[in-house]
């Protein structure tokens, strides 16, 4: 009997040489890639893609020495490279319409190993290296959130973990033309080098990718955003401002901020209530101290037109009242070895550090527990959005091989904690009835954006270099198919509240925040003059962070940008349902829609909101004009003084320090003046 490498299978491509098996399939235009050293593909893998994917009708040729799957747009090649004493297989892919190489597999040497490198671990573990050549000029953008500071990945190692700030999304877009999901929530790293683009994956039972067709970002990310899902339309409320602070610490303290808003006649749609607030860790709900009534908190926050929003957190304090069930139930992350407690943390009840654990989100019925103690804490007073903090896991130290989990090895699951615990409250709320819900995390991973999750840059510093690093975090966040997305407005740490240069950078952030999906103010904001322990003792809490706290001048700049997003918020809600839509996101890169301008190529401190409103931040410290550069094809119009500019070119814009310059494309009749 004579083993034949290629075969069909329905409506898939195998391939068998050696202990290898590859399965390629069509998921409509785009292609899947699988493959595992095991005797078959794990069909309990935590999956990024949506579960009912678009059926592929390829087109499929095996012969001896060869094969290949074509869908309308792409086409992969199989063929055998000799390498050593035994041969490999190489992939390759190709766009139907052009004829050009998009991606194409390669070996580092002609003996070992080979474009897909394959170490044992434990059991069904693979330590896994997938290898492809460098594109020469090639650009990359997405692969999530990272604090680099970089645009344009390529050259970059980025690290496949998820950390406080550091967001894991690993899709990308190259401009060679292609996306591709790499559709494994293991941790890891992908190196985006000038001799080869290679992806190592610590410990994973197979490899998982797909490769769209991608000519311009908007392609890739619109097939992109269709496997693995697209967000639902933003609650209305979410659209306006956001109000928050490290932290409010009473019921009184939150209703005097709301009244104080409406006194002034301040637009707040959203006013957030920080950590502990609640007894301990893993009880999950109101400390009745400092919170007596929040029924009739909510009640009241509600008839002033505001949404209250609670911090929630995955851990659980060894002495909470839940630990002890919890543990037994086998609903707690374990360590494969010796003892485990997460992490150390401040916490309450007793106030300071405590022990404490984290529930285990890939577990259906542990999230089925958590979100039964949420409902009985919060949402029986009438709260329906939460702050999912720290959901990283934010285990310190971190060391993935150490971690069990329900879905398998840290090693091999990690990744997608975050996207099981927006799923465990997306779907529990749907059951409740429960509608208008956001869920603001720190954290995500592929598939979380087809739930109401808003992702913020964490805990970053307040200078201008990180400023100016938020900007290019959320562009590449833009570019991995995401929409709902933040920052803390002024950086969390590191602002006190009476230095007249943190008033700069407030401002500069400020008026930015205006332009992003989500208009938030936060931070553990420091007041020396007062008292040391503001900006340095969480139990304690910051100084006041409301845009009155900074002084006059301030205030008057501040509080008219926030009803400058009252204005906009039609246009907001339109851009909004375009991302429900489409899956193409409100923030992106001017050349997302100027494909064919080369200058908007390394533009990375300016985009698009929406497509008819150009945002140029200012990101230097004392400036007072900057440079940008106006797509070409179109007519742009100062917003603030009418001027119109052809595109094409750069203009030296006028930027005091009440004013972030916005220009409107082709006369766009957007309210940005009073």
Aim: hydrophobic fraction near 40%; proline fraction near 7%; charged fraction near 25%.
């Amino acid at each position: 009997m004579t083993h034949e490498v290629f075969a069909r299978e329905e409506s898939a491509l195998v391939a068998r040489l050696g202990r290898e098996t590859l399965r390629i399939e069509a998921l409509g235009e785009a292609i899947r890639v699988r493959a595992t050293q095991n005797r078959g593909f794990d069909p309990g893998a935590v999956s990024g893609l949506l579960p009912d994917l678009p059926e592929g009708r390829p087109d499929i040729v095996t012969g001896p020495e060869t094969a290949s799957l074509s869908t309308d747009r792409l086409t992969v090649d199989l063929r055998f490279a000799e390498r050593g004493i035994f041969p490999g297989l190489l992939l390759r892919f190709t766009d139907r319409r052009t004829g050009a190489t998009l991606l194409e597999e390669e070996a580092p040497h002609f003996l070992w190993p080979g474009a897909r490198a394959w170490t044992a671990r434990d059991g069904d573990l693979w330590h896994v290296e997938t290898r492809f050549r460098a594109t020469p000029g090639e650009r990359i953008h997405g692969l999530g959130q990272h604090q680099h500071g970089r645009f344009d990945q390529k050259g970059c190692v980025i690290e496949l973990v998820q950390k406080n700030t550091q967001v894991v999304l690993p899709c990308l877009w190259s401009s060679a033309g292609y996306g591709l999901i790499w559709n494994s929530p293991g941790v890891g790293r992908v190196e985006l080098a000038e001799n080869h683009t290679r992806w190592v994956m610590e410990a994973v039972p197979q490899i998982d990718y797909v490769v769209v067709p991608g000519a311009t970002p908007a392609e890739a990310i619109g097939t992109q955003t269709a496997l693995t899902g697209r967000p639902p339309m933003m609650p209305e409320w979410a659209m306006g401002f956001w109000q928050c602070k490290l932290r409010y610490e009473t019921q009184d303290e939150v209703l005097a901020v709301a009244r104080e808003h409406r006194r002034r006649g301040l637009p707040l749609d959203c006013l957030v209530i920080d950590f502990f607030h609640w007894t301990k860790a893993g009880e999950w709900r109101f400390r009745e101290e400092e919170f007596p009534d929040p029924s009739a908190m909510v009640a009241e926050l509600r008839e002033m037109g505001i949404e209250p929003m609670v911090s929630v957190w995955p851990s659980v304090n060894v002495n909470a009242e839940t630990h002890a069930e919890m543990a037994r139930a086998g609903w707690l992350i374990e360590a494969r070895h010796g003892a485990l407690e997460g992490a150390i943390f401040y916490d309450r009840a007793p106030d300071g550090l405590n022990a404490l654990k984290f529930y285990d989100a890939t577990n259906p019925d542990a999230r089925a527990f958590h979100w039964s103690r949420v409902r009985e804490g919060y949402v029986r007073h009438g709260i329906r959005s939460f702050w999912l903090d720290a959901c990283e896991p934010e285990i310190y130290p971190l060391h993935p091989s150490n971690l069990r989990y329900h879905a398998g090895d840290g090693r091999a699951v990690s990744s997608a904690y975050p996207a099981l615990h927006h799923r465990g409250y997306a779907e529990h709320a749907a059951a409740d009835g429960l509608e208008g819900q956001v869920l603001l995390s720190r954290s995500a991973w592929l598939g979380s954006q087809r739930y109401p999750v808003l992702v913020w840059s964490g805990d970053v510093g307040s200078t201008f270099g990180e400023f100016a690093a938020q900007i290019r975090a959320g562009l590449n966040m833009a570019m991995s198919g995401w929409s709902w997305w933040t920052t803390d407005i002024g950086g969390f740490h590191g602002g006190d509240v009476r230095d007249p240069a943190f008033h700069e950078l407030l401002i500069r952030w400020f008026q930015w925040g205006c332009f992003c999906p989500v208009m938030r103010l936060h931070g553990f904001r420091e007041d020396a003059a007062r008292d040391p322990r503001y900006g340095h003792d969480f139990s304690f809490g910051g100084a006041e962070n409301e845009v009155w706290s900074f002084g006059d001048d301030v205030y008057g700049i501040l509080s008219s940008y926030m009803h400058l997003r009252t204005r906009l918020r039609p246009y907001i809600a339109a851009q909004m349902r375009h991302a429900a839509e489409t899956g193409i996101p409100p923030m992106r890169p001017a050349f997302f829609d100027f494909p064919d301008d080369p200058a908007l190529h390394d533009v990375s401190d300016a985009y698009l909101f929406g497509p008819d409103l150009l945002v140029a931040p200012v990101i230097d410290a004392g400036a007072t004009t900057r440079p940008v550069r106006l797509p070409a094809g179109v007519d742009w119009t100062c917003a603030w003084t009418g001027t119109r500019h052809p595109g094409g070119r750069w203009i030296e814009a006028d930027a005091p320090l009440d004013r972030i310059p916005l220009f409107l494309r082709d006369g766009a009749d957007l309210p940005i003046r009073p």
